[in-house]
């Protein structure tokens, strides 16, 4: 069982639609929520205008490179092109030059002579200019003078004719196997480019459809499910309107509405004359790319067989030719030079040997040297080191006596500070010896003498303690002494054997020291002396092999200068000759390429001038054209097919979901969908009282009137 819903209160009843923002530029911005409005269809349409607009100036651009680098390679081709008539053009001269061309002129040209040469595509088109009509007639006589020219050379006998045949046909079938290779190669890098368009067209449509802002706004209607609930929860709330605030909202957005239409309108016919005269401009394009590239197919077809004919050209041709007469002259100069070369780095590298030879007895003479002088410096340096090591023996033993004298010198001190001790003693007691019989030499009396008596038994009692305390004393220190001396004595000895085995120690570290020195020394010496043997044996190898390759230049060169003797002569006399024609020729040729590359300069200017021209007056035709369609159209207020599928789409969207006859004029105000008057009467009569769009309940109180 469901749970009742309460009756909604009066401000829920009268509260308003939720508004639409409008932008003051009409069909500039989508609505911010809701439903769809006819704003929004018409932005739609706008945007899926656009987006074929885009894919077709995308095209366009596509269609533009391709045309300048076509333009680019034409002008190569041309240039290939002027060259090669350059050269045929020379030819002719050269041939001139021998009174060849006034005997053959008068000649007869078979059909055999026809396959001489390439022959000039005739073209059916009426409407070439002039200029190229006279380059055509002019590579036509160059033709049939270069055939009567080539046509007596070749009727003269050749050597082994049949294998030169058939090592042509055997070039040719190659070559017909690399084109067909090539041309299939062509064809799917072709349709590789025409995939990788196509495959770019698409990822442009995708991204401006991921960016399509009515896309995204129908998508976001999806939520408004979700927003309606939170408003019947109660967490939005507008003010309330009146039935003349709705008339007053109807009356405007009829008047919104119909301006937007205008104005999109009028936008759209701009749109579609634009579309048209894009059409019309990358029409032309097309002609244009398609007219340059069967240009230059015949132009390549031509370079082709002008190379072909280039590389078949018999030794005659050759040596009737002004530049191979050159090339040989140049040759010959530089095979001279050659020769002065080689002789001259002959001439070096036996010098350039001498040196090395010098080189290395100086350096060995140089090692002997260094090397007695390092042996007398390290004998020399050894008996240093025997001197310095006998010093310092007999500097450690100098020390050690000198601490024993030093040791004895402390005692005899201690020994005469104990005999002036003893002296002083020795005079005391002589003192008290001499003062006690002067006090017995004194007059005695009964009283005194029995006092002194007494007092000289206690004197002697105590005097025979003192002596013995004394003796006593004495002996202890002089016992102390004894030992003190000892042990003095001893300690000076341990002493003198520390110094003499630190000085041993530090004599075995001096040596080891002194070994290990040596022992590096030496270890260098023999590393230096092992690197120095393979820096021997390396030179000693190059030198061999040096010498070999000499000796072979030395038979080749003298095989070569017998030769080159024999040609100078001849070709001494043929380089005079030569340099006189080539002199007229050159000044010849400098004149023409000056001429034809300004001819050549101004006829590409014109056609870009005319092409521009012609797709300029193209694309203002096709205007002109659409403008005149448009004003016929709205003269005779026909509508088109787009038109009617609009009209179609805004009934659709008017219409009642439910009965698809009557059209929406109730909403509810619970969910916000509308739908026909009478299907809601009907489901309310029949109390099915759930929204059919959403399945939200509703009540006669939430019925809301409209009008679209």
Excluded at 37 to 46: H, N
Excluded at 97 to 120: A, P
Excluded at 131 to 155: G, W
Excluded at 378 to 400: G, M, T
Aim: negative net charge.
């Amino acid at each position: 069982m469901s749970a009742v819903k309460r009756l909604p209160s009066t401000d829920e009843i009268e509260r308003p639609l939720k508004k639409v923002k409008r932008s003051e530029t009409p069909l500039e911005e989508l609505t911010e929520g809701g439903l769809l409005s006819q704003d929004d269809v018409i932005y739609y349409q706008k945007e899926a205008i656009y987006r074929m607009m885009n894919l077709v100036r995308h095209r366009n651009s596509r269609l533009k490179k391709e045309l300048c680098r076509m333009n680019d390679s034409y002008s190569t081709l041309n240039k290939y092109y002027a060259i090669l008539n350059n050269w045929w053009s020379q030819i002719i001269d050269s041939f001139k030059n021998f009174d060849l061309v006034s005997k053959v002129d008068d000649g007869e040209v078979t059909e055999y002579n026809q396959h001489l040469l390439i022959s000039i595509p005739s073209s059916e088109d009426e409407n070439l200019s002039p200029e190229t009509k006279q380059v055509e007639d002019d590579l036509r006589n160059k033709r049939t003078k270069l055939i009567a020219l080539l046509q007596p050379l070749l009727s003269q006998p050749v050597k082994n004719r049949d294998e030169k045949l058939v090592d042509l046909e055997e070039s040719l079938t190659n070559l017909n196997v690399f084109k067909s290779r090539l041309e299939d190669e062509n064809k799917l890098l072709k349709e590789k480019i025409e995939e990788l368009n196509q495959e770019l067209d698409k990822y442009v449509k995708f991204v401006e459809l991921k960016n399509s802002k009515s896309l995204e706004r129908i998508s976001d209607n999806l939520h408004d499910r979700e927003e309606l609930k939170i408003e019947e929860d109660g967490e939005i709330k507008e003010e309330s309107k009146t039935p003349l605030d709705y008339e007053s909202d109807k009356v405007k957005t009829e008047k919104d509405n119909s301006e937007a239409l205008k104005a999109s309108n009028s936008e759209l016919e701009d749109l579609r004359v634009q579309l048209s005269e894009l059409r019309v401009e990358n029409k032309t394009m097309s002609g244009q790319l398609s007219e340059r590239l069967d240009k230059i197919g015949e132009l390549e077809k031509q370079v082709a067989e002008l190379k072909a004919g280039m590389s078949n050209l018999s030794e005659q041709d050759l040596l009737k030719s002004s530049e191979y007469q050159a090339l040989v002259a140049k040759n010959t100069e530089l095979s001279s030079q050659l020769s002065q070369v080689k002789f001259t780095s002959s001439k070096v590298e036996s010098q350039f040997y001498e040196l090395e030879s010098k080189l290395t007895s100086n350096k060995e003479k140089l090692e002997a040297k260094l090397k007695a002088e390092v042996d007398a410096n390290n004998a020399y340096v050894a008996k240093l080191e025997s001197d310095i090591n006998r010093i310092r023996s007999d500097r450690d033993s100098c020390r050690a006596e000198n601490s024993i004298l030093k040791a004895e010198k402390g005692k005899s001190e201690l020994t005469e500070q104990y005999k002036s001790l003893n002296e002083t003693l020795q005079t005391r007691i002589d003192q008290l010896e001499a003062t006690k019989e002067k006090e017995l030499d004194l007059p005695e009396t009964a009283e005194d003498s029995a006092a002194l008596a007494k007092h000289n038994r206690l004197l002697s009692k105590e005097l025979k303690q003192m002596e013995e305390a004394f003796k006593s004393t004495r002996q202890k220190a002089s016992a102390k002494l004894a030992k003190y001396a000892e042990s003095d004595s001893y300690i000076n000895k341990l002493n003198v054997e520390k110094s003499k085995a630190d000085e041993k120690y530090f004599q075995a570290m001096r040596t080891k020291d002194a070994l290990t020195l040596q022992n590096k020394v030496l270890n260098g010496n023999v590393a230096k002396q092992a690197e120095l043997i393979d820096v021997l044996k390396a030179n000693e190898g190059r030198l061999l092999k040096k010498l070999e390759v000499e000796n072979s230049l030395y038979s080749k060169l003298k095989d070569l200068e017998s030769i080159y003797n024999n040609d100078l002569t001849f070709q001494r006399n043929r380089s005079k000759e030569v340099e006189i024609k080539l002199r007229v020729l050159r000044e010849n040729n400098s004149e023409l390429q000056s001429s034809l590359v300004k001819k050549q300069e101004a006829i590409s200017q014109k056609d870009k001038k005319i092409s521009l021209l012609e797709s300029h007056d193209e694309s203002l035709k096709s205007k002109v054209e659409e403008l005149e369609r448009l004003i016929g159209r709205y003269r005779s207020n026909s509508t088109t097919t787009e038109d009617e599928e609009i009209n179609q789409a805004l009934l659709t969207m008017t219409k009642c979901q439910l009965c698809n006859k009557n059209f929406k004029n109730v909403t509810l105000k619970s969910c916000g969908h509308c739908f026909c008057n009478e299907c809601i009467s009907n489901r309310l009569s029949s109390r099915m009282r759930k929204c059919p769009s959403c399945n939200k309940q509703f009540s006669n109180y939430d019925l809301l009137s409209i009008h679209l």
